[in-house]
């Protein structure tokens, strides 16, 4: 018998038909060096079913809609935001939804930010770690980083291929390593750059346990020394992210990440359907089997944490 659902997943990925129509017609066939998988809406409610997921919080994952001139992207977001909403009316408790944004065009993006919160009434919104080159605390991102701090948004973070990828010389998949020094990049930049001291009342969800983060935590506070931007000392910011465990739920990881923040900022996440099932099934079992969670902790990272930011759900 399947499990009564109750879990919340803040990383949970849809592939509406303009959007894979959109990256057809771009020729893009992949993400991160793996195919674009195969969705549907049954599939997803079923495996949510039988994982006991009782809602996911969607987004667009790695490429976003960053590809085409600016008019395709602004039209593009819009679709995907209005595909999300459609989704929400026709299954109001299963599904949120992360808004895309038609960056770099900061004017476009603020104006889809306010459709897309006041007008659809979506969840938050998903910003990739990198945009050409760009990372969030970027001054080019300062208007909308206003904006989201003034609305007390809701932002995840998550990783894409970074510029830098195409000098690299390596043969491997950039979802294998560079997704998770991306997102590293992102929140050592959001700390350094001032965006997090000045912009406090944005909850940021980091993908992946923060990448790297848990383990680098030390050597990147080493950076306060002789940077800006950080009058609280870089642990207290990192503190102030919440932390989604897609991919990153085994022990090793968990320990790292909890010697940073306590339950209440770890959120239950899957990664589908870039992630196949079996790695859902595997994060269950682990964080059931974990020994550095009781039950307290258990319930707050796979619902309770996220209800703290997405309280309509309860």
Known sequence: MSPEP?????????????YLSALASAGIT?????????WD????????????????ITSISEPGIFFGDQTFRRDLARRCNEFSAQLIREYPMRFGAFAILPLLDIDAALRE?????????????VLLSSIDGRYPGDPLFDDLFTELNRRKAVVFIHPTV????????????????????????????????GTLERCADIRFIVAHAGGT??????????????????????????????????????SHALRSLQELVDASHILFGS???????????????????????????????????ALALFPHFR
């Open 30 to 38: 992949g993400s991160g060096g793996r195919p674009i998988p195969e």
């Open 162 to 193: 970074p510029a830098i990828n195409r000098e690299l010389k390596l043969e491997l998949p950039p979802f294998l390593i560079e997704f998770v020094f991306d997102t590293t990049r992102a929140i050592t930049n959001l700390i350094y750059s």
């Open 113 to 125: 930010l306010e459709f897309a919160l006041d007008t659809l009434q979506l969840d938050g919104v």
């Open 213 to 250: 983060v848990p383990f680098l935590a030390y050597r990147i506070s080493l950076g306060q020394i002789m940077l800006p931007g950080v009058p609280q000392g870089v642990m207290t910011y990192l503190k102030q992210f919440y932390y989604d465990i897609a991919l990153s739920a085994k």
């Open 41 to 56: 809406i049954q599939n997803t409610l079923a495996l949510m079913d039988r994982h006991g997921i009782a809602t996911a």
């Open 271 to 305: 990664d589908y359907p870039f992630a196949p099932e079996a790695a859902t099934f595997f994060a269950v079992q682990e964080i059931q089997s974990f020994d550095g969670f009781d039950e307290q902790a258990r319930r707050a990272i796979e619902r309770e944490s």
């Open 6 to 18: 109750y879990r919340i997943d803040v990383h949970h990925h849809i592939l509406p038909p303009d």
